[in-house]
């Protein structure tokens, strides 16, 4: 089980939050302009890498509140936990 | 080629038990890679193996070599809980499942190698009333496309599982449930091991401790592919590699719409024999079955997370136990034995991709999610063809890449159960 740090409760299980999955998808301004392989890109694309990944958490069963997490896939070490429009660590490649 | 196999009968049964078992023939040989293949399949799990095994039967492609980094059937071929049905709702799901399904049931006899398929039937429980009809809708939806299923009350299925708590007072009451006869179980690393023996025959090699890490493009296509073992040409790529296809197409820097996650499972100790058919129940979600040696085999949902670790969190462990003790309480003092995790790719629509890429000469067969192990020959069976051909097998024709952005999704979320 994973031990979360959640940026104002503090260190909870991860039976207290739900996974939202890769972070920093940006929705396009203008939808009706793109292509739909663009379209399909945004919607259903993702990155899926093996090592640090950056995702989302909500505290769903605390303050219920979203942030991001840098996590390895491999040794799901938790490196790094920001909040929503703070930017990734510099650490990260992805 | 010249390695012809002996084949497996009641007289080299007793031939070999007269020489103590010390002088069997091994099942497949374990050659050196050649410099160049016509076709490389990167995976020696049960869709690979039968890839190749359907390359060299059905379409006379033989040089072909099996790639895997690990040992043969070591990932998820030998990771899930063996389960075989094809009562899927959609007709293009039903289709290949149901080949996959018919395909299964001869695969002893042409493998000349023992599977153990045992058409024990698939239970899938209702809890609600709205389960019941969308049971019912399904069942109906599934022999329209001339699959066996059936829907059974309460009463039936107490009679069938005698174990199962159908009191009215429990929690999630079973209303009733649908019935597959002819699904059931087969022996996981049989699957890999008869069609890695028939491959092999035909003349394919097949090449473990060989970890593929780049694929060398070729302008429009492909080159070959950089291994562990060092640089194999090939004319022609299948990349079946499951939980790790993400890795392998980002090689070429092509984007899949799957994400891997853990799906775990786990095994108590034997006991005699008191489940002679598989349960799964979507509701309280979890799936069980007894193995042959008399163990219970048990699997539920996925770990929520992306990983690629073949282990996930406790909690998914605890609440499939939770949900198998509901309908049984009289497993409550079973000890579990072990437990394991796979990695799954899982597509947005919970339906695989078996498809031609943009890059020439380069296929991929991926998305599985939790439901590869019953399609592992008729997967390999459309893979070949695509391969072969060319051109997608009117079966696998809609499992498409491009299905994303035509927006022609096949979605079997809930395929006609559980999770998947």
């Given at each position: 089980m994973l031990l979360i740090?959640?940026?104002?409760?503090?260190?909870?299980?991860?039976?207290?939050?739900?996974?939202?999955?890769?972070?920093?998808?940006?929705?396009?301004?203008?939808?009706?302009?793109?292509?739909?392989?663009?379209?399909?890109?945004?919607?259903?694309?993702?990155?899926?890498?093996?090592?640090?990944?950056?995702e989302r958490w909500v505290h769903a069963h605390g303050c219920r509140r979203w942030f991001n997490v840098e996590r390895d896939t491999v040794t799901h070490a938790i490196t790094a936990v920001y909040k929503m429009n703070e930017k990734p660590p510099r650490s990260s490649k992805t | 080629m010249n390695n012809k196999p002996s084949k497996y009968s009641i007289v080299s049964l007793v031939r070999n038990a007269l020489n103590y078992h010390q002088n069997?023939?091994?099942?497949?040989?374990?050659?050196?890679?050649?410099?160049?293949?016509?076709?490389?399949?990167?995976?020696?799990?049960?869709?690979?193996?039968?890839?190749?095994?359907?390359?060299?039967?059905?379409?006379?492609?033989?040089?072909?070599?099996?790639?895997?980094?690990?040992w043969l059937g070591g990932g998820n071929t030998g990771r899930n809980t063996t389960i075989i049905r094809s009562n899927y709702l959609w007709d293009e799901s039903a289709a290949i499942y149901e080949h996959a399904l018919k395909?299964?049931?001869?695969?002893?006899?042409?493998l000349n190698y023992n599977i153990m398929l045992s058409q024990?039937?698939?239970?899938?429980?209702?809890?609600?009333?709205?389960?019941?009809?969308?049971?019912?809708?399904?069942?109906?939806?599934?022999?329209?496309?001339?699959?066996?299923?059936?829907?059974l009350t309460t009463e039936q299925v107490k009679a069938m599982v005698p174990i199962m708590n159908t009191s009215p007072h429990s929690r999630y009451p079973v209303l009733g449930a649908s019935l597959q006869r002819r699904g059931g179980t087969a022996r996981h690393d049989a699957v890999a091991w008869g069609f890695a023996r028939g491959a092999d025959a035909r003349g394919v090699d097949i090449i473990q401790n060989c970890e593929v890490?780049?694929?060398?493009?070729?302008?429009?296509?492909?080159?070959?592919?950089?291994?562990?073992?060092?640089?194999?040409?090939?004319?022609?790529?299948?990349?079946?590699?499951?939980?790790?296809?993400?890795v392998l197409a980002d090689m070429v820097g092509l984007r899949l719409p799957i994400e891997s996650h853990p799906l775990q499972a786990l095994v108590s100790e034997p006991i005699k024999p008191v489940l002679d058919t598989v349960v799964m129940s979507a509701a309280?979600?979890?799936?069980?079955?007894?193995?042959?040696k008399g163990e219970l085999v048990i699997g539920a949902g996925i770990d929520s997370y992306n990983s690629y670790a073949q282990r996930g969190s406790f909690q998914v462990v605890q609440h499939q136990i939770g949900a198998l003790l509901?309908?049984?309480?009289?497993?409550?003092?079973?000890?579990?034995?072990?437990?394991?995790?796979?990695?799954?790719?899982?597509?947005?629509?919970?339906s695989p991709i078996i498809s031609k890429t943009p890059i020439k000469g380069l296929y991929f067969n991926c998305g599985w999610g939790t439901g590869g192990f019953k399609t592992t020959p008729g997967s390999g069976w459309v893979f070949a063809h695509t391969i072969a051909q060319d051109r997608p097998h009117r079966l696998n024709e809609p499992y498409n890449l491009e299905r994303f952005s035509t927006a022609y999704l096949i979605d079997e979320h809930g395929a006609a159960a559980v999770a998947h």
């Open positions: 740090k959640c940026p104002w409760c503090g260190d909870r299980d991860e039976h207290e939050f739900s996974y939202g999955g890769e972070a920093h998808i940006v929705r396009p301004r203008d939808p009706e302009k793109l292509t739909d392989d663009q379209w399909a890109d945004y919607l259903f694309m993702r990155k899926n890498p093996k090592g640090a990944h950056l | 069997w023939q091994e099942a497949w040989r374990s050659p050196e890679p050649k410099k160049e293949y016509d076709v490389i399949i990167v995976g020696a799990g049960g869709h690979g193996l039968a890839t190749a095994y359907y390359l060299a039967k059905e379409h006379g492609v033989t040089d072909i070599a099996v790639l895997e980094k690990g395909l299964y049931e001869g695969l002893s006899q042409e024990r039937g698939v239970l899938n429980l209702a809890h609600n009333l709205h389960d019941l009809r969308e049971l019912s809708r399904r069942v109906n939806a599934i022999r329209l496309n001339g699959v066996d299923s059936e829907i890490t780049g694929i060398k493009r070729n302008g429009a296509g492909v080159e070959g592919v950089q291994t562990s073992r060092g640089f194999i040409k090939a004319k022609k790529i299948g990349v079946v590699a499951a939980g790790h296809s993400s309280v979600h979890v799936y069980v079955s007894q193995s042959d509901e309908l049984f309480p009289i497993f409550s003092r079973l000890r579990m034995l072990r437990q394991w995790g796979g990695i799954v790719d899982v597509c947005p629509d919970a």
